[in-house]
């Protein structure tokens, strides 16, 4: 892999990538896609079959960083999310830098339409934080067992409030948030002005068909961001957008 900008040089380190894949701001929001040339975040409705080996790198050096991982309950029912989301490695690399050897996990289900005997819950490593904008009940905590948090937020624009949700989990010191979707939540998220960083690799290909593009909301947002850092590896370019930069 190499380094495009802001400064060009070859064979980029893990080292060198998680330097500028950082930041010192709390609380830090990211959201991390993987997108086509004409903009789809789905080839055959998953977002696998657009990546790489050098995607696969950036993101998981990009859960090495996260004080907890952040994803939508439609990409849990469609990509899973069982076990460990970082290896050996990196979690030997996370204890090493101060952080705890796996990143916090939550969940946003607006409807709290999660199974709670889904093997997200049962295999875990760490307790999982699930936000909602439903009123919970006793009987739904207890179905869903001592290692799930449900948390009720205020309703947003399609969903649960992020604002709340970024509030919540940096009281509890996860502010550096990093989310990898759905398109939904990003949507959301930008709607309400609540992304710093938005890191997409873009895919050499284009795969036309309906897949969905990386933010779906009802209503147009337009906000400017500043390209941060870009790398190359094989024709797919690697970003990172950021906002008031």
């Not at 080839?43 to 050096?61: H, M, N, P, V, Y």
């Not at 948030?177 to 949507?187: D, K, L």
């Not at 873009?202 to 897949?211: D, E, H």
């Amino acid at each position: 892999m190499r380094a495009l900008l802001p400064e060009p040089s070859n064979n980029v380190s893990d080292e060198q990538l998680l330097e500028r894949y950082n930041s010192a701001q709390r609380p830090f929001v990211r959201f991390n896609f993987v997108s086509s040339i004409d903009g789809s975040a789905q080839a055959d409705g998953l977002s696998a079959k657009l990546g790489s080996k050098g995607d696969q790198r950036i993101f998981a050096l990009l859960r090495r960083l996260a004080d907890v991982i952040v994803v939508g309950a439609g990409t849990v029912r469609a990509e899973g999310y069982e076990g460990d989301l970082v290896s050996a490695e990196d979690r030997e690399w996370r204890t090493r830098n101060g952080l705890s050897a796996h990143p916090a996990l939550a969940l946003i289900s607006a409807g709290l339409h999660l199974d709670p005997s889904a093997e997200i819950f049962i295999q875990s490593p760490v307790p999982v934080i699930v936000f909602t904008t439903v009123e919970v009940t006793d009987e739904q905590r207890e179905s869903y067992g001592h290692g799930v948090e449900l948390i009720q937020v205020s309703e947003g624009e399609g969903g649960c409030d992020p604002k709340e949700v970024v509030d919540h989990l940096t009281q509890r010191g996860l502010g550096f948030v990093h989310c990898e979707g759905g398109p939904h939540i990003f949507g959301q998220f930008m709607a309400a002005g609540m992304v710093d960083s938005a890191c997409l690799s873009y895919s050499p290909v284009v795969v036309a068909g309906n897949g969905m593009r990386i933010a779906a909301h009802a209503r147009q947002t337009f906000q400017r961001f500043s390209l941060n850092h870009l790398f190359e590896e094989e024709s797919m370019l690697f970003c990172d957008y950021r906002i008031g930069q």
